[in-house]
């Protein structure tokens, strides 16, 4: 088990102004920040990025989306990364994510649900690697 998980925090925060206050409750639960950027995704980028999701009915929509405007792109370490962090931000539908979750506080929709995060160790790596070198982890 990996000790690493990658996560965005997606444009709809970003323009909501809740960027600050989604990083303080990621801090706040124990993730150390090893890597992040403030950047824009051109529509290009974003389609790489979800690939894996190419066939999916709503992947013209999620670019579309996610390289509306800026993200927080970030490599974040804790015990048990992947799992704790996927608990911390909840359900992908923030109708259906607990109390006290980031997408139930900050999400409006399935798909301007706030942030990402890695929904495995593998996919927590090659994420990592899309945004940051390795020069750019400390
Ligand atoms: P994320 O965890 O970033 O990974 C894939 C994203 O696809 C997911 O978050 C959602 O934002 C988005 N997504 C999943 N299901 C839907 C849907 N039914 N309609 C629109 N977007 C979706």
């Known amino acids: ?3 690493r998980t990658f996560t965005m925090i997606k444009p709809d925060a970003t323009r909501k102004g809740d ?3 989604i990083l303080n409750h990621i801090v ?5 920040v090893k890597a992040m950027k403030w950047t824009k995704l051109t529509a290009e980028q974003a389609g790489l990025f979800y690939e894996i999701h190419k ?5 013209g929509e999620l670019v579309e989306f996610m390289s509306s405007g800026p993200i927080v792109a970030a490599i ?7 799992a704790d962090f996927r608990k911390l931000i909840g359900a992908t539908n923030p109708a259906q994510a607990e109390e006290g979750t980031i997408r139930k506080l900050y999400a409006a929709s399935v798909g301007e649900n706030a942030v990402h995060g890695s929904d495995s ?7 990592g690697d899309f945004f940051f070198s390795k020069l750019e982890r400390f």
């Open 76 to 82: 974040l370490e804790k015990e048990n990364a992947v």
């Open 1 to 3: 088990m990996s000790n």
């Open 121 to 127: 160790d593998e996919n927590a790596a090659i994420e």
């Open 55 to 59: 066939e999916r009915p709503f992947y």
């Open 28 to 32: 706040k639960a124990g993730f150390t």
């Open 19 to 21: 960027t600050g206050a």
